[in-house]
């Protein structure tokens, strides 16, 4: 196993980023920046070459510019938070948020912007011995519209056995929230659409939305286009949240999904309650242009969690001064 690091580039700002690549005894290589502690790529060897993947820029210019949050860890909150505002009560006190647009007649805020996490440099600290890199984050009381004091780290190991394992630290001297998610565009065959990509997951729920945002009910996916317990082609968009069973654990894949020309296939592993599935677009010029369709398993606390009654969605409240860890597995099986 080895790490390197080399340049990739400047910011807009002059700030010089750089690309931590790991390598392990197979010739998986996955690769980070500390810029926004970006997951860039994750390469596996194939039959007499490599294939990336991963949608991603190759340059840290392009990560400024580009959209989508490719590889990108979100937080201090994922997803939607929507209410008045938009807004949510912590310790019988109001915080607001800026919105970013409304849906059913409310404020949203999406991934806690404008002033995202993914846009700003890390402290990168690599670890040869445990294969992993580090990056590390200091957001202040109020960033983002968040109480609290937040110390943030994101630590990227890759194993002998093609998995990247991401694990979430944070502590804060308020009770705040913290929900974060990675942002990784997956296509398993390296290029072209993901409909015939083969998805299981198990779950034999997920949570009601209503143009993308949980209503706070939760629904059986049985006889819906959302039972994937068989395993079977993905078939339409998803932007959908499944839920946890109760013999899940870290150890236990979540999902499964498979190139249909590679064969190569996408375990994840998680150890939080959801797990959001969504496909990007394959419209020409979607986004920035050069997006192909791919397919994302964000994991994380249900959304708007914070703001719903249902006692199933658990709230991302991190109480202040204690250590809140979790993980997030992606297991790739050649």
């Known amino acids: 196993m080895s790490i390197t690091i080399t340049d990739f580039g400047l910011t807009s700002k002059g700030q010089a980023a750089k690309l931590y690549t790991i390598t392990n005894q197979n010739g998986c290589q996955a690769q980070f920046t500390d810029y926004g502690a970006i997951w860039v790529n994750v390469k596996l060897p194939g039959a007499g070459n490599t294939v990336d993947m991963m949608q991603h820029y190759d340059t840290v210019a392009e990560y400024e510019k580009g959209k989508g949050h490719r590889g990108s860890p979100i937080g201090r909150v994922s ?61 202040p009381h109020m960033d983002q519209g968040y109480p609290g004091n937040l110390s943030l780290t994101v630590t990227y190991r890759l194993t002998d056995d093609n998995m990247v394992q991401i694990r979430y630290q944070a502590v804060s001297d308020r009770d705040t929230l913290f929900n974060m998610t990675n942002h990784a565009y997956f296509n398993l065959n390296g290029q072209g659409t993901v409909w015939k990509h083969r998805l299981w997951v198990d779950s034999t729920r997920r949570t009601e939305t209503a143009d993308g945002v949980p209503t706070g009910r939760i629904l059986p996916v049985a006889g819906t286009g959302f039972d994937y317990t068989t395993e079977r082609s993905v078939e339409h968009p998803l932007d959908d949240n499944w839920c946890k069973e109760p013999y899940h654990c870290l150890e236990k894949p ?13 375990e994840v592993h998680t150890d939080l309650p959801g797990l959001l599935i969504y496909t990007s677009p394959d419209t020409p010029g979607a986004w920035d242009g050069a997006m192909q369709n791919a397919i994302c398993f964000e994991s994380q606390f249900y959304t708007n969690a914070v703001n719903l009654d249902n006692p199933e969605f658990e709230k991302p409240v991190l109480k202040a001064d204690t250590l809140f860890q979790t993980e997030t597995w992606y297991h790739f099986i050649i």
């Open 254 to 266: 979540r999902a499964r999904c498979t190139g249909d020309q590679t064969g190569i296939a996408l």
């Open 79 to 139: 997803s939607y938070i929507v209410g008045s505002g938009p807004s949510f009560a912590l310790n019988d006190h109001t915080y607001y948020l800026p919105a970013a647009g409304r849906v059913n007649g409310q404020d949203f805020n999406l991934h806690s912007g404008p002033d995202y996490y993914d846009q700003r440099m890390y402290q990168a600290q690599p670890d040869e011995e445990e294969d992993s890199v580090s990056f590390s984050l200091f957001s």
